[in-house]
């Protein structure tokens, strides 16, 4: 995933990739999803995948803690996610 100050570019390789390595989102009990990842693949770089695929489908509007947790469920890495395209939106005058 390619990142600089401006733009946060989600390629069609880093959501093939996730893909690939999720096995299951989840839900939590208010509707903010978490992702099971696959036994021996690297959380942090998934939980940095998975919060670009968040930014890049822009369904969610609000702030929130997520995580991914490996299958067996011994680990897991906690990311935020920032729900700035709401607040592009109004401050393009496309929400009122």
């Known amino acids: 995933m390619e990142n600089n100050n401006e733009q946060k ?3 069609l390789a880093d959501q093939k990739r996730f893909e690939e390595g999720l096995l299951e989102t989840r839900w939590t009990q208010t ?6 990842i696959r036994d021996g693949l690297d959380l942090n ?4 995948l998975a919060k670009g695929q ?12 997520s995580r991914v947790i490996n299958e067996s469920a011994d680990s897991e890495v906690p990311f935020e996610y920032k729900s700035g395209w709401f607040l592009e939106g109004l ?3 496309e929400i009122e």
């Open 91 to 93: 401050a393009e005058g």
């Open 54 to 65: 968040l930014e890049h489908e822009r369904e969610i509007a609000h702030d929130f803690t």
């Open 31 to 36: 509707g903010e999803p978490y992702y099971v």
């Open 9 to 11: 570019t989600f390629s």
């Open 45 to 48: 770089e998934y939980a940095l």
